[in-house]
């Protein structure tokens, strides 16, 4: 059973489009929710999200986490090819290991 | 930026040798881990180190694993006797001086097992 839901899968749009990122995770022991952006390589560290309600913003990026509902959105604005990547969403819940989710594939086209 | 560099960044091993992979953390920071992605699937958690010991591991780091911190820089990971399915992205991330605090991660080592 998956503890880190992501949705959509995977997500094509066209340069410009805002979209909307979905996550949603266990209650047991929550500490933070992390979501990070793969390209070909390393997960690059995005945001870090503790408490429900807060906005972190970066650019034209922003997430938010609802403890209410177990979940957290990624957005982004006025997307460019360069946000194609996956992007992943990860726990600390409990012990200090991340649970990752299975990531949102987002292609942006031109 | 300092970053978490990984090497070599792709290792092709015969079935049942041992192979090393390489990890230099960040510098200032206490926790280190390593991670695994199978081609396709999620990156799943094997261990944390702390203060030059284990601090956690997953059902997946066995008796074949095991995890080094040699000198002041490096921090290793052994598997002792390879399998085809250890075949996966391996990436080593390391966090500052408390565990919660964000994880950064190398550019990962694919290994390949013949």
């Known amino acids: 059973e998956d503890k880190v839901v992501q949705s959509p899968l995977s997500l094509v749009v066209h340069e410009g489009d805002t979209v909307t990122l979905n996550c949603s995770y266990e209650?047991?022991?929550?500490?933070?929710l992390l979501w990070y952006k793969q390209e070909k390589k390393a997960p690059t560290f995005l945001f870090m999200l503790?408490?429900?309600?807060i906005e972190k913003k970066s650019g034209r990026l922003s997430s938010i986490l609802d403890k209410k509902e177990l979940s957290s959105i990624l957005n982004i604005t006025a997307t460019q090819t360069g946000d194609s990547a996956i992007y992943l969403c990860?726990?600390?819940?409990?012990?200090?290991?991340?649970?990752f989710g299975k990531g949102t594939k987002l292609s942006v086209i031109p | 930026e300092p970053e978490v560099t990984q090497t070599p960044s792709h290792q092709v091993t015969q079935m049942g040798q041992e192979v090393i992979l390489r990890c230099v953390p960040i510098?200032?920071?206490?926790?280190f881990y390593w991670y695994r992605q199978i081609l396709g699937q999620k990156v799943e958690f094997l261990v944390s180190?702390?203060?030059?010991?284990?601090?956690?591991k997953s059902e997946i780091f066995d008796d074949q694993f095991s995890v080094e911190r040699p000198d002041g820089s490096n921090f290793t990971l052994k598997i002792r006797s390879t399998k085809l399915e250890d075949s996966a992205m391996y990436f080593c991330?390391?966090?500052?001086?408390?565990?919660?605090?964000?994880?950064?991660f190398g550019d990962g080592t694919r290994l390949s097992i013949l």
């Open positions: 991330a390391s966090s500052s001086w408390t565990r919660e605090q964000p994880q950064h």
């Open positions: 209650v047991t022991n929550f500490r933070s």
């Open positions: 510098s200032n920071h206490l926790y």
């Open positions: 180190f702390y203060n030059n010991e284990i601090s956690e």
């Open positions: 990860a726990d600390y819940s409990g012990s200090y290991q991340l649970t």
């Open positions: 503790t408490s429900s309600g």
